[in-house]
């Protein structure tokens, strides 16, 4: 593992990307080191490698991609909560469900963007979170402003809204294709416990079979990638 190098102070906020696809990293590194006042100061492609840089460059924001090649972006996104109460952490994703935003924001990020939104806008968040303030995208406010009008209720409640947040990562997980075994070393459990994860999902879903669940997670899935 790479070790990480406490860069010259600069100025400039500094921000670390955590992200699993080196072109996008690169893309949203190149974007932020246009700002006159930011600057990236290192990157990862998962949690591991993440936590070492981060304890040592500590950076003045943290951008996290939910999904992550061997990792939870969710998790990661816990555990710098709980080790940096004070630092910024905008998660990216793919998804523009509020289900997403709304697990991420209560698992300490501070802001939630979408990766189809423009560079002004992820300049926008960016700037939104290091002044302090959260962000997240217009329609999900308006999602947000709904439930709250509804007394807290979601009247567009999808069933998968009923998982807890380790079944709802576990349910994710599965749908990028992840065997029990490899989840669980995702998740330091064991192959058991996910085996267990799966069976209150499906109790949860009324889904009685492990194929049934594997088609209704891939469905769901393809619904909220299509624009």
Not at 21 to 30: N, S, W
Not at 99 to 127: M, P, Q
């Amino acid at each position: 593992m790479k070790k990480a190098v406490k860069e010259t102070f600069s100025g400039k906020t500094r921000i670390f990307i955590v992200e699993d696809h080196p072109l996008f990293r690169e893309g949203i590194a190149q974007l932020i080191n246009t700002e006159d006042d930011l600057e990236v100061c290192g990157g990862a492609a998962g949690a591991p490698d993440a936590l070492e840089q981060i304890a040592v460059l500590k950076p003045d924001l943290v951008i996290v991609d939910i999904t992550l090649k061997n990792s939870s972006g969710i998790d990661l996104t816990r555990e710098l909560h709980k080790k940096y109460e004070s630092l910024p952490i905008l998660v990216l994703s793919m998804h523009d469900e509020p289900i997403f935003a709304d697990r991420v924001l209560k698992a300490g990020a501070s802001g939630y963007i979408t990766k189809e939104e423009s560079t002004d806008s992820v300049i926008r968040a960016i700037r939104r979170v290091l002044s302090g303030k959260m962000y997240i995208s217009d329609d999900i406010m308006d999602h947000f402003l709904n439930r709250f009008k509804s007394g807290g209720k979601n009247i567009d409640a999808s069933p998968v809204e009923s998982l807890s947040e380790r079944e709802f990562e576990v349910f994710n997980l599965i749908g990028q294709g992840h065997t029990n075994r490899q989840i669980g070393d995702m998740l330091c459990v064991s192959s058991r416990t996910i085996s267990t994860y799966r069976e209150r999902i499906k109790e949860k879903l009324n889904i009685e079979s492990n194929a049934e669940l594997n088609r209704y997670i891939l469905r769901w899935m393809q619904a909220r990638e299509q624009p």
